[in-house]
């Protein structure tokens, strides 16, 4: 299964690519104290901008850190918890200017669309609407956007619809995970990332909520051996243990470099990127 569409790219989106996070936090306490910020991950690349995950506060950190959410092409929606749904009414109202342009795709988990068992769709009909497409996600499917692949990901989450994503380009793969805690699997599916950006709520050994702990990042980073690795998404106690540390470890044990994700960090990932040529695998037409 598969899609493909095209979206009119922003003639001033410079064609230097990025990724900028939003936010960097995660949980009940972190997020509604704000001891990090919530607002998800942005995507520079070949021109395109895409928000990823856009939970509390995605409109107002974008804002905050210069990004022009008018000119967003796609929203991609790991799964419909707070954390990562929150918002994406709100970032589909900025994109399309409140329906006056009909335009942009969402790709994501079949919750955000469908809901959960004890638990409605973040996705309001009325924002939907709005859109030119959207793509329910599932592992192992693959859409095209402009000279963009993504593919969805196996994740081992408590929203048994979520999803991580492989995200290829001509210049870069980059990989972020979702919410998903540690399985075999995930090595595999993980394979030739230039980037890998994992959420990783816990330190150490400390495992709950289906989600990964510095361990488990540890494990996967050094069996992907990814250009570079980013640790994001972090719990109360991962804060308390200082995520600086805690990539410090990970780097150790993978013997690959680790940085630990800070609210409005702005990454080039062209810089991580082997220079072997066209890495996507078709070449997808504007609609």
């Given at each position: 299964?598969?899609?493909?569409?095209?979206?009119?790219?922003?003639?001033?989106?410079?064609?230097?690519?990025?990724?900028?996070?939003?936010?960097?936090?995660?949980?009940?306490?972190?997020?509604?104290?704000?001891?990090?910020?919530?607002?998800?991950?942005?995507?520079?690349?070949?021109?395109?901008?895409?928000?990823?995950?856009?939970?509390?506060?995605?409109?107002?950190?974008?804002?905050?850190?210069?990004?022009?959410?008018?000119?967003?092409?796609?929203?991609?929606?790991?799964?419909?918890?707070?954390?990562?749904?929150?918002?994406?009414?709100?970032?589909?109202?900025?994109?399309?200017?409140?329906?006056?342009?009909?335009?942009?795709?969402?790709?994501?988990?079949?919750?955000?669309?469908?809901?959960?068992?004890?638990?409605?769709?973040?996705?309001?009909?009325?924002?939907?609407?709005?859109?030119?497409?959207?793509?329910?996600?599932?592992?192992?499917?693959?859409?095209?956007?402009?000279?963009?692949?993504?593919?969805?990901?196996?994740?081992?989450?408590?929203?048994?619809?979520?999803?991580?994503?492989?995200?290829?380009?001509?210049?870069?793969?980059?990989?972020?995970?979702?919410?998903?805690?540690?399985?075999?699997?995930?090595?595999?599916?993980?394979?030739?990332?230039?980037?890998?950006?994992?959420?990783?709520?816990?330190?150490?050994?400390?495992?709950?909520?289906?989600n990964l702990c510095s361990r488990d990042a540890a494990h996967l980073i050094e069996k992907?051996?990814?250009?570079?690795?980013?640790?994001?998404?972090?719990?109360?106690?991962?804060?308390?243990?200082?995520?600086?540390?805690?990539?410090?470890?990970?780097?150790?044990?993978?013997?690959?470099?680790?940085?630990?994700?800070?609210?409005?960090?702005?990454?080039?990932?062209?810089?991580?990127?082997?220079?072997?040529?066209?890495?996507?695998?078709?070449?997808?037409?504007?609609?």
């Amino acid at each position: 299964m598969g899609g493909e569409t095209g979206s009119k790219v922003p003639a001033f989106l410079s064609e230097h690519s990025q990724i900028i996070f939003l936010g960097t936090g995660s949980g009940r306490y972190v997020r509604g104290k704000q001891l990090r910020a919530t607002g998800g991950i942005i995507l520079q690349a070949m021109g395109n901008q895409m928000h990823i995950d856009p939970g509390p506060g995605a409109t107002v950190m974008a804002a905050n850190y210069g990004i022009n959410s008018r000119e967003t092409i796609a929203v991609l929606v790991s799964h419909n918890h707070l954390g990562h749904a929150n918002d994406v009414n709100a970032v589909i109202d900025a994109m399309t200017y409140s329906g006056i342009d009909q335009q942009g795709v969402l790709v994501a988990s079949l919750s955000v669309m469908n809901g959960e068992e004890k638990n409605k769709p973040y996705l309001n009909e009325l924002y939907g609407n709005l859109l030119e497409k959207i793509i329910p996600l599932t592992k192992h499917q693959k859409v095209g956007i402009n000279e963009i692949e993504i593919h969805g990901l196996l994740a081992n989450h408590t929203d048994k619809t979520a999803v991580g994503f492989k995200i290829i380009t001509p210049e870069f793969i980059i990989v972020y995970s979702g919410d998903t805690d540690y399985s075999q699997g995930l090595v595999e599916q993980y394979q030739g990332a230039d980037i890998l950006i994992l959420n990783v709520v816990n330190p150490r050994d400390i495992k709950e909520d289906a989600n990964l702990c510095s361990r488990d990042a540890a494990h996967l980073i050094e069996k992907v051996k990814p250009r570079l690795a980013i640790i994001t998404h972090f719990g109360l106690k991962m804060i308390q243990a200082d995520p600086l540390y805690e990539a410090r470890e990970i780097q150790k044990q993978s013997g690959v470099q680790v940085i630990a994700a800070k609210d409005g960090m702005s990454i080039a990932p062209g810089s991580y990127a082997l220079k072997t040529g066209q890495k996507t695998l078709n070449t997808f037409t504007f609609l």
